[in-house]
Structure formats: C-alpha cells, structure tokens
C-alpha cells in the first residue's frame, strides 16, 4: 500500500508530491531532472486535521522508498520512515507553545550531515507557525543555503505572515490542503480502523473533517461523553452567573483532559532523567551527582510545564470547535440552507433554538465562539476568554 494512502481526500497533492519523489529519485540516479519537479524546502497548509503533518511524514518516507521514490510502503526504507525510525529523517515537534532557536540550531547542524542511507535527508517541522523569530531566522539561513539532498518540510496552518514569515514562505513550495469530506474521512476509518461503517460516518460528521478527532470519537468513549458536555453550555446559559459556572466547567474539563493526557509521559520522562542522573545509586559520588542535577531537573519542570499548557490549549480548542459547529447548524437550520448539519445527534436542539433565535443573533453568538478561539491564540487568559465568550452567547 502506498505511502500516501492515509492522505485522506487530498489527490491534487498525492499526485504533485509522487511525481516530487519520482523525480528525488532520478537525482539519486545521477539523471537530469526538469527543473521545478523537486525542491529542497516545502510548506505544507491547511485547516487542522486536513492532514498536514501525514502528507509531510508521507513524503519524507517516498523520498527514502527503494523503489525508485514510488513510496511503495513496502520497502525497508518506506518502513522505517513511517515508523519513524529512519535515521535520515529528523521530526520537530513541539511540545510546548513554541520552537526556540537552540532546538532549531541544533537540527540544521545535524541537517548540514551527509545522509546515511545514500538517498535523502528530511527535516520535518509539524506546526512551524510556533517558530520563534530567533529559531525561523536559524531555519532560514539552513533554507537558503542548504546542504545538498537536504529536504526541510514545514506544516502551518496558512502561508499568512502570522503563520510563517514572508522569507520562509518565498523560499518553499506551497502545497495547499483541503478540509477532507465527511464520506472520504469515514471510509479511512472504516477501511484502515474497522470501525463499524455506521459509527464511522456519525464520527466523521461530528469531527468536521478531522481524521484524528473522527477516530478517537469513534474509539474513545470519555471523548463523546466530554463532546456531549459541550453541547449542552447553550441550553445551561440561564444567567450570568450561569455563564460563569459553564466557563469553569469548560476549563476544568480542558486541565483534565490534558493532564490525564501528559501525567503518564511526564513520569516516564522524570524517571528516565534521574536514572541516568545516578538516583539509586550507591557508589562514589552518586549523591553528588543527583544534587548537582537539580538544572537538569528543573529544565525537564519547565519543559512539561509547557507541553501541560500547550495541552491544555488544544483540549479547550476541540471543545469550541464542537460547540461552533452547533451554533453553525442553528443557523443553517434558520436559513434552511442545502447542507447537511455537523451534530446530527443534537439536530433536534439546534432546530429548537432556530425557532427562537433570529439567524442575525445565531451569527453573533458564533462569531464569539470564533473570537474566544483568535483570543486564546493570541495568548489571553483562557479563563477570561471563555467567560466573555459565555456572557456574549448568553445575550446573543
């Protein structure tokens, strides 16, 4: 099976990027190649969950495929790369709100190293919009200069300046992805999670064209219960200090989510440090030795303490992702627009509300929705974020 076969509904790209690889081939060959058909940086965008970061593992797994860059996802070379143990292929990704230039530093150097395996060398950066400036000016020096058969590929959300620097971007090839259709994501699911074809198609609905979000909605029974959770905050803003209390409620269930997601990560990572540290250890000099980690520990601390947010973050996001898409159905129920709704469990309360709020109300309330999310992005408290968002559905 190809390497590209968990592309989800994204065939424009499949093909430009297959044709990228056959042509990375014919360079490891020694043959001439036409110009523009292989480059060495590339920026891979679209909406979250459209597949950014698997076309990007995807591609970096074809160039190393021994079968002439078809990316058979057979071959020892496809194998490794998608298992993520290929030595010629590095992964940054970041665990807290940003990537700083020491990390970045450090990857061009080992980029600037010959490939092992004869082919090609990847540099895959998932969210590259969390560059600082120090690290993406660290980036571009590597992209202007690069070392030969030396690929960096990049996945943001968009090619806007907020995202990626106007330079990064003028040096990369773009290739542009689409939000997959709900048939597309549940046929994946069906076909390489056998999931029951009925629950694929709920899932994938509900997830609004996201292949992960579909997968643990359709597996994860603590996901569809924190799903439901968030669909019922319309029909609990009764007052304002109704408003309040769904805000908490909001918060806590994000913290709870995120740490039940890193406290086992966090662990393992801690003890792993202090075992090489010398904790336990009885011979001379090993309790100087753990009295002088106390940096490293600390550093490991700081490190957590960002990927704890960062997960925080990303949990309450899915939430207002979910609870966008019930004011978007509200609405286009009022407007009786030709296109199915998201929730399809919750159509009955979203066409009750359509009878009692005008569309113009519906639009401001999913407009605050959508303004908490740019708010939080933008690093506001989270708290006070969703709790001007509560108070703006509220009023309508």
């Known amino acids: 099976m190809s390497v590209f076969a968990d592309l989800v509904g994204q065939d424009e790209a499949v093909v430009t990027l297959s044709r990228a690889a056959a042509a990375a081939a014919r360079i490891v060959a020694g043959d001439d190649v036409a110009a523009g058909a292989m480059t060495h940086a590339w920026i891979f965008t679209g909406p979250p969950g459209s597949g950014r970061s698997v076309a990007a593992r995807a591609f970096a797994a074809a160039l190393q495929c021994e079968r002439n860059g078809a990316g058979c996802g057979e071959c020892h070379g496809c194998h490794t790369a998608l298992g993520g143990t290929h030595a010629d292929i590095r992964y940054v990704v970041p665990e807290g709100l940003s990537i700083g230039v020491n990390e970045m530093r450090a990857l061009v150097l080992r980029a600037g190293s010959a490939p092992s395996g004869g082919r090609w060398q990847a540099v895959v950066i998932e969210d590259a919009d969390r560059l600082t400036e120090a690290a993406g000016n660290a980036l571009l020096k590597a992209i202007e200069e690069p070392p030969p058969r030396t690929v960096f590929l990049l996945c943001t959300p968009s090619t806007h300046p907020d995202d990626i620097s106007v330079t990064i971007r003028s040096r990369c090839r773009v290739v542009p992805l689409r939000q997959p259709s709900a048939e597309a994501v549940a046929e994946v699911l ?21 292949v992960g979000r579909a997968k643990r909605l359709a597996r994860d029974p603590d996901a569809r219960k924190r799903r439901e959770a968030v669909l019922t905050v319309p029909r609990r803003l009764t007052g304002v200090g109704a408003c309040f209390d769904a805000a908490s409620a909001l918060i ?54 960002s990927r704890l947010t960062r997960s925080q973050r990303d949990a309450l996001d899915r939430a207002l992702v979910d609870l966008a898409g019930f004011y978007r ?38 407009e ?29």
Not at 191 to 196: C, E, K, M, P, V
Not at 333 to 344: C, D, E, F, I, Y
Not at 368 to 393: S, T
């Open 190 to 210: 069906v076909r390489r999670d056998g999931i029951a074809p009925d629950v694929a198609s709920w899932a994938a609905a509900a997830a609004q064209g996201h």
């Open 252 to 305: 806590e269930a994000a913290e709870a989510e995120a740490a039940a997601t890193v406290t086992e990560t966090d662990s393992t990572e801690r003890a792993a440090l202090e075992q090489a540290l010398g904790a336990g250890g009885t011979g001379r000099g090993a309790a100087g030795a753990m009295r002088g980690a106390a940096g490293q520990l600390k550093e490991l601390e700081k490190r957590q303490k």
């Open 329 to 366: 159905d509200v609405l286009i129920t009022n407007l009786r627009a030709p296109v199915p709704v998201v929730h399809t469990d919750t159509a009955p309360q979203s066409e009750a509300a359509a009878g009692k709020w005008s569309p113009e109300s519906t639009l401001r309330r999913l």
């Open 368 to 396: 605050a929705v959508l303004a908490c999310r740019e708010a939080i992005e933008l690093n506001v408290k989270p708290k006070i974020a969703v709790e001007a968002m509560m108070l703006n559905l509220w009023r309508g």
